[in-house]
């Protein structure tokens, strides 16, 4: 029996309703060439015959420790996991990801080698309805690992909240980075819980490196749950972001990442915005116009702060314009730049203050009567 003071790398690995998948995760890690771990299953109130599966292995695997929960979610489930784990590495698995057989041996060696806070590794998608494996998306700056560099907010604090995904289960964690910096899941969140993690994690590791071999395969379906919560809950995405900036701020951290958390905000949304169908469009845009582009401090960027001069121009349009507005005139083939935003803007209240100034128009009959 492997002892509490010897386990490297404690998995922690959230698990609803995973039964169709399940022994392939769970076969890659108890197959692992580094032996001294742990893998600590929360079942999240499944209702297929996961539990079932997990007392199975828990049988002939003594390294496997299971923890009942009822739904309550994947935040409080890897938080309760984490609060177990006894490793001195931490990582995320989700129940249909599977790993290669080296990489919990070469994640921990280079975090010992490099005395890493983070380490992070590539992967690949796993096309389950296909059976194909498929690159994934690259991160925006994932070039400042090249050469198998250590990097870090003080080296590169302009891009350093996209230098990875925002993906927890390819990183893993020093226990007592966690625990020092309080970082914890957001358990009010249903959606992108994940990046508002790893995001508040990257901007405070004092030493974070990277894996180039693929080591992860994350499988991916047509009929993807993430999808369907993703539907119902798009319109939390701005919220991520605003609980983002305030660890920062609380954190002595937001000025001098403003420019990476400006981008990255920026990029995301209007990622987000694009995959919506019409009428989520349009939510999802007045929400930004009416409140969060002042919260996420878009309103106070200058053009130079921006990667791409197309979502300068679409942060430009949402401060300016609600989506029917901007919407007309994009059918008239208008666009509003970044450097014009002051002047529409001191136009716009202008006009508010004029109009608070003029006598209000009575209404004719004609107009009450429509009401």
């Known amino acids: 029996m492997i002892s509490a003071e010897n386990i490297k790398v404690s998995v922690v690995m959230p698990i609803y309703n995973a039964f169709d998948y399940l022994r392939p995760a769970l076969d890659g890690v108890i197959h692992q060439t580094l032996t001294d771990i742990e893998l600590i299953c929360i079942d999240d109130g499944s209702t297929d015959n996961s539990l079932a599966v997990l007392k199975e292995y828990q049988k002939v695997d003594e390294r496997v420790r299971i923890i009942t929960e009822n739904n309550a979610g994947p935040s409080i489930a890897r938080n309760k996991g984490f609060a177990r784990a006894r490793g001195k590495y931490v990582i995320f698995l989700d129940a249909d990801d599977f790993y290669e057989d080296t990489l919990l041996e070469k994640l921990y060696n280079m975090a010992e080698n490099d005395s890493l806070d983070i380490a992070v590794c590539k992967f690949d998608i796993y096309n389950n309805r296909k059976a194909t494996f498929e690159d994934n998306i690259r991160s925006d700056h994932g070039e400042i690992f090249n050469d198998s560099a250590i990097v870090s907010k003080n080296d590169y604090p302009d891009v350093i909240l996209s230098c990875t995904t925002g993906y927890v289960w390819n990183k893993l964690f020093r226990r007592e980075f966690l625990i020092e910096k309080e970082l914890a899941f957001d358990e009010e969140l249903r959606v992108f819980e994940d990046t508002h993690f790893v995001v508040n994690a990257l901007s405070l590791a004092d030493k974070i490196g990277k894996c180039h071999e693929r080591l992860i395969h994350h499988r991916v379906y047509s009929n993807q749950p993430r999808n369907k919560l993703f539907k119902k809950y798009y319109s939390q995405v701005p919220v991520v972001y605003a609980k983002i900036k305030e660890f920062l701020r609380s954190h002595g951290m937001y000025i ?62 949402v ?53």
């Open 319 to 371: 401060i300016v314009y609600n989506h029917n507005q901007f919407t007309k005139r994009e059918d008239k083939g208008l666009k509003l730049r970044l450097k014009n935003v002051g002047r529409f803007l001191k136009a716009i209240q202008l006009r508010k203050r004029i109009k608070a100034l003029l006598p209000k128009r009575k209404k004719s009959k004609l107009e009450k009567m429509d009401m």
């Open 256 to 317: 001098p990442l403003s420019q990476s958390f400006l981008n990255l905000s920026t990029s995301r949304c209007y990622k987000i915005y694009n995959l919506l169908w019409a009428d989520a469009k349009k939510e999802f845009w007045n929400l930004l116009h009416e409140e969060y582009a002042e919260i996420l401090g878009w309103t106070n960027a200058e053009p130079e702060y921006f990667e791409s001069s197309e979502i300068c121009d679409f942060v430009a349009n």
